[in-house]
Nanobody, 123 residues
């Protein structure tokens, strides 16, 4: 089994900053990709940012220049530093990971989701 546990959400004023963390634990051979998605009320879940095992990153246009994704492979943890937050960033933020697990000589890639953490940007 694999679990993703997020932390760092909360209430912040416009222009403020938050740092989200997500740690993966369990039977993990390798974490291929980790990322953050968000879902605002009445809207579809959307990609915010993601990072590969080789540290390649990509961001949603709304996140470019304000958010930074990073990972600590030794800790199986991904971070999302969010600066210059806007009210439209308000959403539940979900951690996502594509994880390789092994069974004997075979390997399988699975996708996992965290439980979500609320980010509210409001004065």
């Amino acid at each position: 089994q694999v679990q993703l546990v997020e932390s760092g959400g909360g209430l912040v004023q416009p222009g403020g900053s938050l740092r989200l963390s997500c740690s993966a634990s369990g039977s993990i051979f390798r974490i291929n990709v980790m990322g953050w998605y968000r879902q605002a009320p009445g809207k579809q879940r959307e990609l915010v940012a993601r990072i590969t095992s080789g540290d390649s990153t990509n961001y949603a246009d709304s996140a470019k220049g304000r958010f930074t994704i990073s990972r600590d492979n030794a800790k199986n943890t991904v971070y999302l530093q969010m600066n210059s937050l806007k009210p439209e960033d308000t959403a539940v933020y979900y951690c996502n990971a594509n994880i390789r697990r092994t069974s004997g000589i075979l390997y399988y890639d699975y996708e996992y989701w965290g439980q979500g953490t609320q980010v509210t940007v409001s004065s």
